[in-house]
């Protein structure tokens, strides 16, 4: 079992930044890839950002390249998003998952998600 917990969720307005974080306990962090999602009130969830196991290899959703960034640092078992140049339209619940090898794995464990909301 992998326990995924997020943090750094709140309200900012448009044009602001945040970062998130998302600790991880359990089995051995380095062997999983993580990815950020996010869910907006009626609308389907979405990929946001993921990192390979090691942190060599990225992918970023086209609405939020060039702005968010994920990171990963093994040794304290945390992935982060950092998000810049919010906008209202980033506004949603960010969950944060793991995969077990491959980013493109499927997703095996959860958080328990993050509200973010961007004032306009």
């Known amino acids: 079992q992998v326990q995924l917990v997020e943090s750094g969720g709140g309200l900012v307005q448009a044009g602001g930044s945040l970062r998130l974080s998302c600790a991880a306990s359990g089995r051995t962090f380095s062997n999983y890839a993580m990815r950020w999602f996010r869910q907006a009130p009626g609308k389907e969830r979405e990929s946001v950002a993921a990192i390979s196991s090691g942190g060599s290899f990225t992918d970023y959703a086209d609405s939020v390249k060039g702005r968010f960034t994920i990171s990963r640092d093994n040794t304290k078992s945390t992935v982060y998003l950092q998000m810049m140049s919010l906008t209202p339209e980033d506004t949603a619940v960010y969950y944060c998952?793991?995969?077990?090898?491959?980013?493109?794995?499927?997703?095996?464990?959860w958080g328990q998600g993050t509200q973010v909301t961007v004032s306009s």
């Open positions: 998952a793991a995969m077990r090898g491959s980013m493109w794995s499927t997703t095996e464990y």
